[in-house]
């Protein structure tokens, strides 16, 4: 989508399925975007509309079988992660690119002490000795905010709170300074106080390693406060990308309409209802035909029924996938 030499990493029409026996799962069907360095992306969308699957498939962390990698490309630094081994990826993997996953509680290994895990993950990608290990693993909890650091390294997770653990997750997910750092619901299972403090942190690390993070949630607030780009999905497809600000204030697919519309706005004097989104996504394995959100589209038209709506840049910068994105555009059709 942008031709820029700012790029650190480019998907294109990623397609990642799951053979089962009830079918095949189109998990990720056509996934295309890119990342700017220092950047910040946010990927939203509803349970099961691909996020995960999106950054899973991006680390080669898909179980095969039943997954598959159908198509697509990953340019990850001018180099295609796609066509690796996964003895070659694993030098990619917790190095170059990073991943928060998205429960603290379980992420952790249980019988290890959270020292062991992050400086783990320091030697398996630098020569350094244990020692050296060690000292870096101090610094990381410092680094992310864990007092008493000497102490804490010996801890099990089971001795750590849920804000703790994603503290020691996200520990470990910056130890060898990667290019990219994937949060995938890095707020999931935390009070709302615990999942500010989580995200400041991400967004403060990012400005301090000049990292770029790819945001996945399906909290548009907080999508709003952190990403600059965003990606929309639903059903395991792209359906709207561009700038935040035109994402909320110039949104061109309804499901994007959809979203914006769940959302409380606190700071409005008149509290007005909440407009959630009729239905229920559709099961990956029996995808209605046409536009996969036609069921629960009250824009929908006939032409909508009989085939997907392609990706345009109706504007620069904005790519939608509707074939009514024009009217929104114009200001045609009403938006809500």
């Given at each position: ?137 101090l610094?990381?909890?410092?680094m ?26 996200i ?23 615990i999942?500010a ?20 949630t ?9 990403a600059?780009?965003?990606?929309v ?17 110039n949104?061109?697919?309804?499901y ?9 706005k ?56 509707c074939y ?13």
């Open positions: 989508m942008n031709n820029n030499s700012d790029i650190i990493l480019e998907v294109k029409n990623l397609k990642t399925y799951f053979h089962t026996d009830a079918g095949i799962v189109k998990a990720v069907d056509g996934v295309t975007f890119d990342l700017k360095k220092g950047e910040t992306l946010g990927i939203v969308g509803e349970t099961g509309s691909g996020k995960s699957i999106t950054a899973l498939t991006i680390l080669g962390l898909i179980p095969v079988p039943p997954g598959k990698i159908e198509s697509g490309e990953i340019i990850f630094d001018g180099q295609d992660l796609l066509k690796y081994k996964i003895n070659t990826l694993k030098h990619f993997r917790g190095n170059r690119i990073s991943m928060i996953f998205q429960d603290p509680m379980t992420s952790l290994n249980p019988v290890f002490s959270i020292g062991n895990q992050i400086i783990e993950s320091i030697t398996a990608h630098q020569k350094v000795s244990k020692k050296q290990a060690y000292n870096m693993a610094d990381l909890l410092d992310v905010g864990i007092s008493d650091r000497k102490r804490r390294i010996k801890s099990y997770p089971y001795e750590f709170s849920g804000g703790m653990r994603q503290r020691a997750m520990a470990m997910a910056i130890a060898n300074s990667p290019s990219i750092l994937i949060a995938d619901e890095p707020t999931t299972a935390l009070d709302v106080t999942q403090q989580i995200l400041e942190l991400i967004d403060t690390l990012k400005k301090k390693t000049n990292s770029s993070v790819i945001l996945i399906h909290d548009l607030g907080v999508i709003a406060k952190y600059a780009r965003v990606m999905m639903y059903a395991g497809k792209p359906v709207e990308f561009s700038t935040i600000d035109n994402i909320f204030y949104p061109l697919h309804p994007t309409l959809g979203l914006i519309g769940s959302v409380s606190l700071n409005e004097e008149k509290k007005e209802r909440l407009h959630p989104i009729k239905g229920t996504p559709p099961s990956l394995i029996d995808l209605p035909k046409g536009c996969t959100f036609t069921p629960r589209c009250k824009f929908a038209i006939k032409q909508c029924t009989l085939s997907f709506p392609p990706t345009i840049e109706e504007e620069e910068g904005h790519f939608a996938a009514r994105s024009k009217e929104f555009l114009n200001g045609s059709l009403k938006r809500q």
